[in-house]
């Protein structure tokens, strides 16, 4: 009979779990590291103070899509 850790790996998924193995998160880390969030670059470019209200939500759907994107090419749901 397997061990319950083993059940709850099965369960997981193997991503999960080659994601729990020490080599394969360091190299994850670091390629997350190397690329960086283009939603967070725009928001960093942003001055909420020199911009119109119609400006700020316009900010807001473009951070929104940058995100989306960001986050469909990182294989997330």
């Known amino acids: 009979m397997p061990s319950p850790t ?3 790996d099965r ?3 193997p991503k999960a ?8 998160a360091a190299a994850a880390k670091a390629e997350s590291e190397d690329q960086p969030d283009a939603a967070l670059q725009a ?3 942003l001055d909420p103070d020199a ?3 119609r400006q700020a939500q316009e ?3 473009r951070l929104k899509a940058l995100r ?3 986050d469909a090419g990182s294989g997330k749901p």
Request: glycine share 8%; no cysteine.
């Open 6 to 8: 083993f059940a709850n």
């Open 11 to 13: 369960a997981r998924g």
């Open 17 to 24: 779990v080659i994601d729990d193995l020490p080599l394969f």
């Open 43 to 45: 928001l960093d470019e």
């Open 51 to 53: 911009i119109s209200p």
């Open 59 to 61: 900010a807001l759907y």
């Open 68 to 70: 989306r994107d960001g």
